[in-house]
């Protein structure tokens, strides 16, 4: 089974520019994540959509970043203009949660399924 | 508020030797998951195990184990006869139903030959 996908893996910008990273889950998975991992710290989430819809943006920079997953399947995440803070690895996952008939005891169901990541430095 | 507190940043070791890389969690909710994740030099976040709140039934895989105790709150993982590969950095993460993960800040470990 194909993992999820992201592209592009390395990117560097200048601060001020505009970014875009793009994520393809895993098939058949309704949910999907945008994460971003700066240095030496844990994931943090950015975005979480079900199919088309937005389910928690609480922690994304809305003045300066921007996701949108228009057919519930591939995802774009923006940042326009980037700034230097914004250095950071892009991580997307996604997830079965959100099928009908999910089971009570969904075993790894719950599990989120990481991509490899974007890098992007913002100099 | 949820909370994932890894207090070890960083845990060396001689390969052959086990290691326990703590993990204490913070959380209002009664149904709740924990995860651990291993992520390598290549970046990559790979899933290693998932627990619910409502099964505190310690679990081995390999040379992997999990002790999860809810009385605690900590979910602490385990490798037996440690490996050079398993050099990485591991995060553990709480989740709440249908809601996003909260990551610990991480553990790196580094197995020497």
Known sequence: EAGVAQS???KIIEKRQSVAFWCNPISGHA???WY???LGQGPKLLI???NNGVVDDSQLPKDRFSAERLKGVDSTLK???AKLEDSAVYLCASSLD???GTPINPGPLLAQYFGPGTRLLVL | AQKVTQAQTEISVVEKEDVTLDCVYETRDTTYYLF???QPPSGELVFLIRRNSFDEQNEISGRYSWNFQKSTSSFNFTITASQVVDSAVYFCALRRAGNM???GGGTRLMVKP
């Open chain 1, 98 to 100: 959100g099928l009908a």
């Open chain 1, 48 to 50: 979480q959509f079900q």
């Open chain 1, 36 to 38: 971003q991992q700066i």
């Open chain 2, 101 to 103: 993960l909260t990551f």
């Open chain 2, 36 to 38: 651990w994740y291993k």
């Open chain 1, 31 to 33: 949910t999907l994540y």
């Open chain 1, 79 to 81: 940042i326009q203009p």
């Open chain 1, 8 to 10: 592009p893996r390395y």
